[in-house]
């Protein structure tokens, strides 16, 4: 069956600009979560979706936003773009977010701002 | 922040088992510990799970110490496609998010 997918790869932005990345879970899974990979961070939890519920949040400034549709699709949204905005941004699925569960990643979208 | 603590980087002859330790001492008892490993630039791999007893699946094996204090990954015939950062992770409930520490670098050296 297809894994997760994201869209697009690669993207590359101009400080001050907003962004929007989707992200298409394994189908039947519910859960999306996002998180963001920097060399310095490491792996940062942004936030968990639910049946289109917003169930976990990680600590990040308001500029950075999500949603899931009824189809379980998932989006994020960065807004007026930093320059430390620039990272792998990385989407997972799980088919309800229990424990019993792994998680099923997929390839990101790597950002880049100028 | 990250409840589990691994050495930075290993070293594992290929062909030979390559165990990987964690310490989580502040484990509580309705927490699973989780693996994954991220091969460089990809997302990361959901490799094992467990609560308290020994598992093994396909990719590896975990044993967890009777105290559930640490545990340890063991790959039993490294190759060099299992060079990656491998992720030791706490996770309790179904609500709980997954959160990463650093990991530990393994090279696999032929």
């Known amino acids: 069956k297809a894994g997760v997918t994201q869209t697009p790869r690669y993207l590359i932005k101009t400080r001050g600009q907003q962004v929007t990345l989707s992200c298409s879970p394994i189908?039947?899974?519910?859960?999306v979560s996002w998180y963001q990979q920097t060399p310095g961070q490491g792996l940062q939890f942004l936030f968990e979706y639910f049946s289109e519920t917003q169930r976990n949040k990680g600590n990040f400034p308001g500029r950075f936003s999500g949603r899931q549709f009824s189809n379980s699709r998932s989006e994020m949204n960065v807004s007026t773009l930093e320059l430390g905005d620039s990272a792998l941004y990385l989407c997972a699925s799980s088919p309800s977010g229990q424990v019993t569960h792994g998680y099923t990643f997929g390839s990101g979208t790597r950002l880049t701002v100028v | 922040d990250a409840k589990t603590t691994q050495p930075p980087s290993m070293d594992c002859a290929e062909g030979r088992a390559a165990n990987l330790p964690c310490n989580h001492s502040t484990i509580s008892g309705n927490e699973y510990v989780y693996w994954y490993r991220q091969i460089h630039s990809q997302g990361p791999q959901y490799i094992i799970h467990g609560l308290k007893n020994n598992e093994t699946n396909e990719m590896a094996s975990l044993i967890i110490t009777e105290d559930r204090k640490s545990s340890t990954l063991i790959l039993p015939h490294a190759t060099l496609r299992d060079t990656a950062v491998y992720y030791c992770i706490v996770r309790v409930s179904r609500d709980d998010k997954i959160i990463f520490g650093k990991g530990t670098r393994l090279h696999i050296l032929p």
């Open positions: 189908s039947g899974h519910r859960s």
